[in-house]
């Protein structure tokens, strides 16, 4: 078993605030101090704190004169919960009488692990400036792999995984998947592919593209470099399901032709081509199934509800609910999926596997619990809370699934796998993300 990631021995905090860091208990009440776990010869632990500082970071240190008498206030912000880890921190300086910034190359990166060459893997990650990809980078990364992101930057930024350009074992590429891409790996992760509604249905020509030459090109590859393949496949390959919970023998119940289907479709034809692969050519394969997942670093705009419901109360705009809000999602947080999706990657099931949460909720009692948590972190940071937002009702969205929760059976005895983090804990952590790209300006 090798050394956990800490934080033993790194440079003081650049007398940034000691705030205490958020305390986060997982579902059973115990304090989350780590993500990841030692299992199937992998050991994916790391130090929450040092990840958090990855994304609870600023963009840059706010400089000069501005009438407000502090220089730090925005930094400030963020800096409270990343204590320790400031020194990592982006030097780039926002000029506020200009309204500009000097951006500054990073010196240093967070520690990652030493590995030795024989445990050390060569991982591409398609789809790596995206939300989850970029969880999962930051995972890779600092477990001591060397990663390669691909990815064309539709839904996803490079800055998301910007921390990391300039460092030894990171190499950022911008390309389209579904054009061949060569390279030596010995896994893939593949992400590549628009994950929201409204941007999957932006181009849907696009995204069946995406869907099936993407992964066809990334199966060849897996094919030609003998690389272990992973996709993320969806919940949505069940469509509006008849089967209640969805558990992975469920073949779903999908509009082959209606605003969805581009996706839902999409990643169906992908799943039939990377069994395909796998029985004609011996391609070693996984399928995630993943169901709704948030976190920082979500595309505050991209449409999704958890996003657009915390941007919304925390400007104290009116939250829409679609239709009469009864439909049901259950939301699982970003460490728990990249927990998963590593579990799977490096164990022996071939078979595609459900990872989400059996938290389900009804939209409407989840606008209110985000509205709930919204005030109470507010109130608890000190922020004014403003206006009640009131919760109105939009048009239904065609085809938009009655209800859906994961039976996670199979990724519990196969995976060993659970999910730790609460709805509660989790919303919780992505309102302070987004109040500090709030406050940095940023948002
Ligand atoms: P995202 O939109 O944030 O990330 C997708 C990434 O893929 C972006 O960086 C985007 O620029 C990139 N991309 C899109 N088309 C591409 C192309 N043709 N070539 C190269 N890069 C391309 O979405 P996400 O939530 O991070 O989703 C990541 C993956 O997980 C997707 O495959 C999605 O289908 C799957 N998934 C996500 C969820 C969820 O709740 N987040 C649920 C089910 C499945
Ligand atoms: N939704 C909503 N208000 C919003 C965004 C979404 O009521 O501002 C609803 C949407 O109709 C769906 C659910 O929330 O029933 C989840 O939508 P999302 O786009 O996040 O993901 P989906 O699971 O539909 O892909």
Not at 4 to 10: D, H, K, P, S, V
Request: glycine share 8%; net charge neutral.
């Amino acid at each position: 078993m090798t050394a956990r990631l800490n934080t033993a021995g790194l440079p003081p905090s650049n007398g940034q605030p000691t705030t205490p860091a958020i305390m986060t208990l997982d579902r059973d009440g115990k304090l989350i101090k780590e993500v990841g776990f030692d299992r199937f010869g992998f050991d994916s632990r790391v130090e929450l704190s040092l990840l958090r500082s990855l994304y609870l970071r600023p963009h840059y240190v706010k400089r000069d004169g501005d009438g407000s008498g502090s220089d730090n206030d925005e930094t400030e912000h963020h800096a409270k919960f990343v204590q320790g880890f400031a020194a990592y921190q982006s030097k780039s300086i926002y000029h506020p009488a200009t309204h500009s910034i000097s951006y500054t190359t990073l010196s240093r990166f967070p520690p990652v692990k030493l590995l030795p060459p024989s445990a050390r893997k060569r991982i591409l990650v398609t789809g790596g400036g995206g939300f989850v990809g970029s969880h999962l980078v930051d995972r890779l990364m600092l477990l001591g792999h060397e990663v390669t992101v691909l990815d064309n930057f539709f839904t996803g930024s490079k800055t998301n995984v910007a921390h990391w350009v300039g460092h030894p074992n990171f190499e950022l590429c911008r390309h389209d998947v579904v054009e061949p891409f060569m390279i030596e790996c010995d896994q893939i992760y593949h992400l590549a592919c628009p994950a929201s509604p409204p941007h999957y249905q932006f181009n849907a020509v696009k995204t069946i593209k995406t869907s099936f030459m993407g992964t066809l090109n990334m199966l060849g590859l897996a094919k030609r470099t003998k690389a272990r393949f992973l996709i993320t496949s969806t919940s949505e390959v069940y469509g509006d399901p008849e089967v209640h919970p969805q558990n992975e023998e469920y073949w779903g119940n999908v509009n082959p032709i209606g605003p969805r289907a581009c996706y839902d479709e999409g990643k169906r034809v992908a799943e039939t081509l990377t069994y395909g692969f796998h029985r004609q050519d011996g391609v070693d394969v996984r399928v995630a199934r993943i169901f709704n997942t948030f976190g920082p670093r979500m595309n505050p705009y991209d449409g999704r509800v958890v996003s657009n419901f915390i941007i919304q109360a925390l400007k104290g705009e009116d939250m829409t609910v679609y239709g009469d809000g009864a439909q049901t999602r259950s939301f699982q947080y970003i460490h728990d999926l990249v927990d998963g999706l590593i579990a799977l990657m490096n164990a022996d099931e071939t078979r595609p596997v459900n990872i989400g949460s059996p938290d389900e909720f009804t939209i409407l009692d989840f606008a209110r619990a985000v509205r709930d948590i919204v005030e109470r972190v507010k109130r608890e940071d000190g922020v004014e809370v403003g206006r009640k937002c009131e919760i109105i009702h939009g048009p239904m969205p065609t085809d938009d699934p009655q209800k859906r929760r994961p039976d996670t059976t199979r990724a519990r005895e196969k995976l060993g796998w659970e999910p730790r983090w609460t709805v509660a804990m989790g919303v919780e952590e992505m309102v302070r993300y987004y109040m500090a790209k709030m406050a940095e300006g940023s948002l």
